[in-house]
């Protein structure tokens, strides 16, 4: 009785986040000037977004006003920080993406430390596959992961290994083994969901969403109605969330 509770549990919370998923690639599409002007720029600093997607308060939780991709939901695996918090930063990465590596092992323990852990601002991830079919592998690997309240920490394991150039080798024995490094506790569960369909089909429509946006290089973020990419130095981030926290009010 037990195991199917969870099991129906499991497959509501996979039914929720296709459903995240469905509204994020709706509006994505009209966001596309706002990653092509932050390209245009080469990195170099945050670029303004145009008006819409928005959605209305009573929409998976996110506010009025806010970019549809936002999803706010208490729970999220693929989140941290305040479900309330006046700014949600929005992350795409790729598991075999260096400069990915590089944030996340430089920067984003900053960014938890001096905005997340202080309530300011809330993080959500968009995992794309970018580098081939063991990047599609790591994607599931990591919604796997999530599956069991480890996403973060997978991250960080994969990401602490990653070469400083070209891109991460990880073959499926290897992300059983970073599993375990991150504290997965059922590693046969997480073996077995390696091969479940829906969390493939999960990664596979966030991948999809973010080449509709145009997002074509990683890491990429938004925040406040504007977009940063590439792993920039951490004065920049500051900058950055400080001016969309101040804009939030």
Request: glycine share 8%; net charge positive; with cysteine.
């Amino acid at each position: 009785m037990k195991s199917s509770k969870q099991a129906a549990r499991r497959q509501q919370a996979k039914r929720r986040r296709n459903r995240r998923i469905a509204i994020a690639a709706g509006a994505i599409v009209v966001f596309l000037g706002v990653v092509l002007a932050a390209q245009l720029t080469n990195g170099r600093g945050p670029v303004a977004a145009p008006a819409a997607p928005t959605v209305s308060a009573s929409a998976g939780g996110v506010r009025t006003g806010e970019l549809a991709f936002v999803r706010r939901e208490q729970g999220d695996p693929m989140a941290v920080g305040d479900v309330d918090a006046p700014v949600v930063l929005v992350q795409w990465t790729d598991m075999r993406c260096p400069y990915c590596a590089v944030f996340n092992r430089e920067t984003l323990p900053v960014l938890r430390r001096e905005y997340v852990d202080t309530g300011k601002v809330r993080i959500e991830i968009h995992d794309v596959a970018y580098f081939g079919e063991q990047s599609e592998d790591a994607a599931v690997a990591a919604r796997a992961a999530a599956e069991q309240g480890r996403f973060f920490e997978f991250l960080s394991a994969v990401y602490k290994e990653a070469p400083e150039k070209g891109h991460a080798d990880l073959p499926r024995e290897r992300l059983i083994a970073f599993a375990a490094k991150a504290g997965v506790p059922d590693i046969e569960r997480f073996t077995a969901d390696l091969d479940d369909a829906g969390l493939r089909a999960a990664a596979a429509a966030s991948n999809s969403g973010a080449e509709r946006l145009g997002v074509t290089s990683v890491p990429f973020f938004v925040a406040g109605g504007s977009s940063l990419s590439g792993a920039q130095p951490i004065a920049v981030f500051r900058q950055y969330l400080d001016a969309a926290i101040a804009k939030a009010g």
